[in-house]
Structure formats: C-alpha cells, structure tokens
C-alpha cells in the first residue's frame, strides 16, 4: 500500500506525468500553463495565460478536495520579465487575503513557443485560507 496519490482532471491527463501528487498532508501540482482542451489559450496575453494556470492548478486540487485556498507555496517561470506584473496582478487577485510563499523566474523559453506563463503549487490539507474564486 502507497502513501503517494495521483491526481489527474480527465480532460487534463498527460503519459508520464501526473497534474498533482499527494504525500501525506502536502500536494503537489505540476507545473501549469494556459492549456485547455489541449490547445494554448490567450496567446500574447500573459496575464490570461497565468488565469488558465490557476484554473487547471484549481482542477487539479479539486480532484485531491483541496482548493487554491490550501496553496502555500507557489513558483512561477516567465519566459519574458515584462510579463511579471500581469501575472502579479492575478497571483494577488486570488490570494489577497493569505498570500503563500512564492517566487517567480524568468526563463529561456517553456515547452510550447506561445507559452509565456507556468506556475506550480503545493497545497497543505490543513490550511484554511480562503482566496478569491479564479
């Protein structure tokens, strides 16, 4: 018997990876992007991109019954710096209230060319925090 869950939203299932792993009292959410139905969404639009991350890291914690009101920690890969305050203003919309620990880098690119926001979390089962709905 494994302590390890998976987690994986139907339409949001990959080979070779799940979309969030659990480890007692802590979930992992993959890496997140501005993916729905398999095609990048808000093309140009990082401060969209970064909403359709939060979305699919919301889906993929819902599956494991948490919400993004469980995220205590977040990471966050730019591919441009300029793209940082729209991002921001997102992050800070949806965690206002209880802001969890977080930090953002700017990278050389991500796997798709039109992506310009990924964001990772790790949810604790026992935090209480409450965010605004994405």
Not at 83 to 89: F, G, L, V
Request: charged residues 20%; aromatic residues 6%.
């Amino acid at each position: 018997m494994s302590n390890v869950e998976r987690f994986n939203p139907p339409d949001m299932a990959f080979p070779g990876m799940s979309q969030a792993v659990g480890c007692g009292d802590l979930v992992l959410v993959s890496g997140q992007v501005a993916l729905r139905d398999r095609q990048v969404v808000c093309v140009g639009d990082p401060a969209g991109q970064a909403e359709q991350a939060f979305r699919n890291i919301e889906a993929a914690l819902a599956e494991a019954g948490l919400t993004l009101g469980h995220v205590v920690s977040l990471r966050c890969y730019l591919t441009s710096r300029d793209a940082y305050p729209a991002y921001a203003s997102v992050k800070n919309r949806l965690f206002a209230d209880n802001p969890p620990a977080a930090t953002a880098m700017v990278v050389s690119e991500l796997l798709l060319p039109d992506l310009l926001v990924e964001v990772e979390a790790v949810a604790w089962r026992h935090a209480l925090a409450k965010p605004a709905a994405v």
